[in-house]
């Protein structure tokens, strides 16, 4: 049976959305949690986070005029307790604030100068309590002619939940943002975290407990994911005592000729590094020599016509296949993908095997009737989806329309099932932008799937697979290096030495 990753609002890589957290407060106010208990937690660990970091210095705090202002009188009266130089500056007026956050401003003793960029003045620190993830409107005025001073004066900055200016759903920059050293959030991490370009801004990401327990997300349909081992560890089909190499999948990767041999090449030795018990390469004919040249533990076939190709389909033991990586774009890719498919194979289409449908779109869907993988680009995913919005439910809109897992690339990865779930990739370096990365990423997928890995889980660990692998090797970093640096991170997610 195929192991499915079990997510539940528990878990610690859950990814909560701004109205998924409010529901979070909600609930554990109602289950006897105050919500000054709420906020004076979240401004200690803020506090916390920045001892731990820095000695003490000039220090402002500039506070908005919601909770994340609130959560900022906290900071700054606890760090003005252990002897720090604290300023602090507010938005709008200290009557003017409201709950909670009126409360912890009645318990800062010192001084409380307007907001405005000659309040940094003297700094060496900032404390950004502005706005919070809930922003939905651009920053303007005052807020935003400070930010952008704090931006020009490179000054280091610690930001409150989120940067002010990002969306805390998306992680787009609502008109202005400024880089974070560090960011303190609550009890979850949220998209705009996640995402880019609210991941660039965001820094380092610390989720802070401030006693929101669990069964405060119990009712929450939280269906999105930090993508790590936490979730599928469980799931990767280790070899057994009694296995053989039929008993771990046959994958096939069907190749292309001339100057795009490369690419099949990749993606084969990945499949089989990843563990697929046997891999075939369908090699046209004219480009035979080149992969039986280059390939020892993966067999080469030929594909003269469809009919060659469907008598390798034939096969049963071949029970995943991935098709586009040199494969061309044309009348061929089509056929042949809409071949594998109608054969009810596992398949990961990539490349051109995605860009063939451009005009195609309908066709491809309908014929998608077994667990399938699509792992485009931009580019790529540009040309069959018409989409907008934030890369998360363009990715999780894809799924639904075409029925298939789709695995969006890029720094901040997102691999979105058809059935509302979604996980989002945040230990991918910029290493990976170099020819050949993709094909990798692709074998190591299909390798999985062979193995029996349903096509959410297959790409959630592969993506996690290729981060890792990639930041193992470092600077330097080439396509061919990718498979060689797996089996080490293989070995230690299978000893438990990687476990989060």
């Known amino acids: 049976m195929k192991k499915q990753m079990a997510l539940t609002p528990h878990s610690p890589n859950a990814v909560l959305t701004v109205e998924h957290m409010y529901a979070a407060d909600r609930a554990a106010m109602a289950s006897g949690v105050p919500g000054e208990r709420l906020m004076s937690n979240a401004g200690e660990a803020i506090a916390e986070a920045i001892i731990r970091r820095w000695t003490p210095r000039p220090i402002c705090v500039l ?21 720090w130089q604290v300023s602090l500056a507010l938005l709008g007026r200290l009557d003017a604030l409201k709950g909670d956050a009126a409360t912890m401003a009645s318990r800062w003793c010192g001084p409380v100068v ?9 700094c060496e620190l900032v404390v950004d309590a502005l706005f919070g993830a809930g922003l939905t409107r651009p920053l303007g005025g005052v807020a935003r002619a400070t930010i952008e001073d704090l931006v020009s004066r490179c000054l280091p900055m610690i930001a409150v939940d989120v940067p002010s200016g990002v969306d805390g759903n998306t992680g787009a920059v609502l008109g202005a943002a400024a880089p974070a050293e560090i960011t303190v959030t609550f009890c979850r991490a949220k998209p ?71 690419a099949a090449r990749l993606a084969a030795r990945a499949a089989l590094r990843v563990g697929a018990g046997l891999v075939t390469v369908a090699s046209p004919e004219d480009a035979i020599q080149v992969y039986a040249s280059q390939l020892t533990a993966v067999m080469v076939v030929p594909i003269a016509d469809d009919a060659a190709f469907d008598e390798i389909l034939a096969d049963e033991r071949k029970n995943a296949v991935l098709l586009g990586p040199g494969g061309g774009v044309g009348e061929t890719t089509r056929r ?49 989806f018409a989409f907008d919005g934030d890369k998360l439910k363009r990715a999780r809109a894809a799924a639904e329309e075409s029925g298939s897992v789709v695995l969006l690339k890029g720094g901040d990865t997102v691999v ?38 349903p096509g959410f889980e297959a790409g959630c660990v592969a993506a996690w697979l290729h981060g890792a692998a990639a930041k193992r090797v470092g600077p330097g970093l080439i396509a061919e290096d990718l498979s060689e640096a797996l089996p080490a991170i293989l070995s230690e997610l299978h000893s438990g030495v990687i476990s989060s």
């Open 336 to 384: 042949r993908v809409v071949a594998a498919l109608e054969r009810g194979k596992a398949c990961v289409l990539d490349a051109d095997a995605i860009t063939a449908f451009k005009m195609n779109k309908k066709q491809l869907v309908e014929s998608i009737c077994s667990e399938c993988l699509l792992t485009p680009h931009e580019g790529e995913f540009r040309r069959l």
């Open 63 to 83: 506070c908005g005029p919601g909770n994340n202002g609130g959560d900022g009188f906290v900071v700054a009266s606890l760090l003005k307790d252990r002897g």
């Open 114 to 122: 307007p907001l405005g960029p000659e309040a940094l003045d003297g």
């Open 192 to 262: 705009g975290h996640l995402l880019f370009p609210g991941r660039d801004l965001t820094g380092e990401l610390i989720v802070a407990d401030i006693g929101i327990v669990d069964s405060a997300l119990r009712d929450i349909p939280i269906r999105t994911f930090v993508n790590g081992p936490v979730l599928w560890r469980d799931c990767i089909p280790w070899p057994k005592g009694s296995g053989h190499k039929y008993s771990r999948g046959h994958a096939l990767v069907v190749g292309g000729a001339g100057t795009t041999t490369g």
């Open 416 to 453: 979105a099932s058809p059935d509302g779930r979604a996980a989002i990739n945040n230990n991918a370096p910029p290493y990976l932008a170099t020819a050949g990365s993709g094909d990798v990423l692709a074998g190591f997928a299909v390798g999985l799937m062979a193995q029996g890995m």
